[in-house]
């Protein structure tokens, strides 16, 4: 099955630091979605973006589905931004199943 | 966006106990809805996949006996967790996929209920 994988495993940041998080997997995907856990373990969708570019607010991503890897990137971080960065991607090839990567766990210092 | 309500958010249970978990989506209908678990400081995996109205289908290692899922409609699935025992005791999530209407490819977005901690004494 597609392999998803994420780096840094670990991030500590000042209030204020800029952030990029990178997600690589092993198949095309035709569904990539990045996913916020909070620290009550909600999960809270970020982006759904199997290619291109999108924008919210502080935060942006970006797949180039064709070097299949994405990247979220978090500007001005706050303390609320803490927490558990997931990538998730659906294989063209498999089940129609998401897999989770290891995830990013962000730690935002006032 | 689409919302998914999981209920209870926690569950203190003792050994050999029954916990049923319910998962629904509250203002669309998902054909699809996935189990999933987490342990400490680890990812989401994948337990089983339910369709309305089929049987669920189970990941590799997952006892189908202890895990009973039931999704008798579009906006309800449920997860009990038979005779639970302390081994049990981890992060339960569930999750519905919206087919977004109109797209020439179905592009599947999946959303995430808030979770039930479960403790098995």
């Known amino acids: 099955g597609i392999q998803v994988e994420q780096s840094p495993p670990d991030l500590i940041l000042q209030e204020g630091a800029n952030s990029t998080l990178r997600c690589n997997f092993s198949d095309s995907v035709n569904n990539l979605q990045w996913f916020h856990q909070n620290p009550w373990g909600q999960l809270i969708n970020l982006f759904y973006?199997?290619?291109g570019t999108k924008q919210n607010g502080r935060l942006s991503a970006t797949t180039v589905a064709t070097e299949r890897y994405s990247l979220l990137y978090i500007s001005s971080s706050q303390t609320t931004d803490s927490g558990v960065y997931f990538c998730?991607?659906?294989?063209?090839?498999?089940?129609?199943?998401?897999?989770f990567g290891t995830g990013t766990r962000l730690t935002i210092i006032p | 966006g689409a919302v998914v309500s999981q209920h209870p958010s926690r569950v203190i249970c003792k050994s050999g106990t029954s916990v049923k978990i319910e998962c629904r989506s509250l203002d669309f209908q998902a054909t699809t809805m996935f189990w999933y678990r987490q342990f400490p400081k680890q990812s989401l995996m994948l337990m089983a996949t339910s369709n309305e109205g089929s049987k669920a289908t189970y990941e590799q290692g997952v006892e189908k006996d202890k895990f009973l899922i039931n999704h008798a409609s579009l906006t309800l699935s449920t997860l009990t967790v038979t005779s639970a025992h302390p081994e049990d005791s981890s992060f339960y999530i569930c999750?519905?996929?919206?087919?977004?209407?109109?797209?020439?490819?179905?592009?599947?977005?999946?959303?995430f209920g808030a979770g039930t901690r479960l403790s098995v004494l």
């Open positions: 999750s519905a996929r919206v087919r977004l209407a109109g797209a020439k490819i179905a592009k599947n977005i999946q959303y």
């Open positions: 973006i199997p290619s």
């Open positions: 998730a991607a659906i294989s063209n090839f498999g089940n129609e199943k998401l897999t």
